[in-house]
């Protein structure tokens, strides 16, 4: 049992090569690979072009390690939080948010997350372990089905927002998110997928040599090293100048702008010298500002700040031509906003 292999850890080459090997025709592997990938089946005896022979053979030497949604909560708004349940019994969390013109799927990239962000919930849970690409490929097919069966349309776009940093799990994510564009997979475009993270300088300018065509957005929350060291405290080893940096490199190769995620806290970096530092580190590569808002978790450390606060970062970023939005959370009565998913139900 335990020598048995996860056969969507294989290429589509290799299950060709193994099937030649196994004295069968090298066109076996490619329907066995539409049904894992394309069809996402979740048993070989889902296979019925398969013969029941090669079926028994392909039950004996592999597994498919598929994912389970083990339970399923529903927002007031619409918004679907999944508990996914891992072929080893871990768990991760991935949620579905309709709008009008779009449905998004928020996923995981690993089991827990290794960073320390003081206002985040994940960060509270160890990291267990990295999300395999078919883990994180069957997140979206799950949304995409919840999608399909709730909101009458095809899920349409994909943060990687969820539990984990993806730049800490970079060769999986990558892997998952060529399943997801490539037409042996769901086909969607890349332009819809947007990779969130806290910012490994290293990793960015790695994504931007890889040549990626989906889009980048970093958690910044604070332009001034204190504080964002303060609430970040991986930013002692990565900070902002290298950060910075990495940012130019990126648009640079890509010429893909930056998507800035913020939020502003009351008595953290609320007043006019945090708007300050903002809007220049703004300037170094063509970018916008997502306001978002604050979801509380548990202890009251962190407060939103006042509108007038928020206010005060629109108007003047907008004076700069930096392009802001201020985002409203969903699904906050499930615990499923940004920086909420601990595994709580
Ligand atoms: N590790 C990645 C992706 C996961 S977090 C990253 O850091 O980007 C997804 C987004 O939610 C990040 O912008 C994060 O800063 C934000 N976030 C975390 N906790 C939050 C909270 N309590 N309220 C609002 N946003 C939060």
């Given at each position: 049992m335990?020598?048995?292999?996860?056969?969507?850890?294989?290429?589509?080459?290799?299950?060709?090569?193994?099937?030649?090997?196994?004295?069968?025709?090298?066109?076996?592997g490619?329907?066995v690979?539409?049904?894992?990938?394309?069809?996402?089946?979740?048993?070989?005896?889902?296979?019925?072009?398969?013969?029941?022979?090669?079926?028994?053979?392909?039950?004996?030497?592999?597994?498919?390690?598929?994912?389970?949604?083990?339970?399923?909560?529903?927002?007031?708004?619409?918004?679907?939080?999944?508990a996914?349940?891992?072929h080893?019994?871990?768990?991760?969390?991935?949620?579905?948010?309709?709008?009008?013109?779009?449905?998004?799927?928020?996923?995981?990239?690993?089991?827990?997350?290794?960073?320390?962000?003081?206002?985040?919930?994940?960060?509270?849970?160890?990291?267990?372990?990295?999300?395999?690409?078919?883990?994180?490929?069957?997140?979206?097919?799950?949304?995409?089905?919840?999608?399909?069966?709730?909101?009458?349309?095809?899920?349409?776009?994909?943060?990687?927002?969820?539990?984990?940093?993806?730049?800490?799990?970079?060769?999986?994510?990558?892997?998952?998110?060529?399943?997801?564009?490539?037409?042996?997979?769901?086909?969607?475009?890349?332009?819809?997928?947007?990779?969130?993270?806290?910012?490994?300088?290293?990793?960015?300018k790695?994504?931007?040599?890889?040549?990626?065509?989906?889009?980048?957005?970093?958690?910044?929350?604070s332009a001034?090293?204190?504080?964002?060291?303060?609430?970040?405290?991986?930013?002692?080893?990565?900070?902002?100048?290298?950060?910075?940096?990495?940012?130019?490199?990126?648009?640079?190769?890509?010429?893909?702008?930056?998507?800035?995620?913020?939020?502003?806290?009351?008595?953290?970096?609320?007043?006019?010298?945090?708007?300050d530092?903002?809007?220049?580190?703004?300037?170094?590569?063509?970018?916008?500002?997502?306001?978002?808002?604050?979801?509380?978790?548990?202890?009251?450390?962190?407060?939103?700040?006042?509108?007038?606060?928020?206010?005060s970062?629109?108007?003047?970023?907008?004076?700069n031509?930096?392009?802001?939005?201020?985002r409203?959370?969903?699904?906050?009565?499930?615990?499923?906003?940004?920086?909420?998913?601990?595994n709580?139900?």
């Amino acid at each position: 049992m335990n020598n048995k292999k996860d056969i969507r850890a294989l290429s589509k080459e290799q299950l060709r090569e193994f099937f030649v090997k196994e004295g069968d025709k090298a066109f076996r592997g490619n329907q066995v690979y539409e049904w894992l990938w394309v069809k996402s089946a979740h048993s070989f005896d889902d296979m019925t072009n398969i013969s029941k022979e090669t079926r028994a053979m392909l039950e004996e030497n592999f597994v498919i390690n598929h994912i389970k949604v083990d339970a399923m909560q529903k927002s007031s708004d619409g918004t679907i939080k999944n508990a996914v349940k891992l072929h080893d019994g871990l768990i991760v969390e991935s949620v579905l948010i309709p709008a009008k013109n779009r449905t998004t799927a928020c996923v995981s990239s690993q089991v827990g997350c290794s960073l320390d962000c003081k206002f985040c919930a994940t960060a509270r849970l160890k990291r267990m372990r990295n999300l395999n690409p078919d883990e994180i490929y069957d997140q979206v097919v799950a949304i995409d089905k919840e999608s399909r069966l709730y909101h009458n349309r095809p899920l349409s776009n994909i943060v990687f927002m969820g539990m984990g940093e993806p730049l800490m799990n970079y060769n999986n994510v990558l892997k998952a998110i060529d399943k997801i564009t490539s037409d042996e997979g769901l086909g969607m475009s890349p332009k819809r997928i947007v990779v969130s993270t806290s910012g490994v300088p290293k990793m960015i300018k790695k994504m931007a040599d890889d040549g990626v065509k989906f889009k980048l957005a970093v958690s910044l929350h604070s332009a001034i090293d204190e504080v964002r060291t303060s609430i970040m405290p991986f930013n002692a080893t990565f900070p902002l100048t290298d950060l910075r940096e990495a940012l130019q490199y990126w648009f640079l190769k890509t010429k893909n702008r930056i998507t800035y995620e913020y939020v502003v806290w009351k008595g953290i970096n609320d007043k006019q010298k945090d708007i300050d530092a903002l809007i220049e580190f703004c300037k170094f590569a063509p970018s916008k500002v997502n306001l978002i808002e604050y979801n509380p978790i548990d202890d009251g450390e962190f407060q939103q700040a006042s509108n007038q606060a928020i206010e005060s970062y629109v108007s003047q970023l907008e004076k700069n031509n930096i392009t802001v939005t201020v985002r409203r959370s969903r699904g906050k009565d499930i615990d499923a906003a940004c920086g909420q998913l601990a595994n709580k139900s």
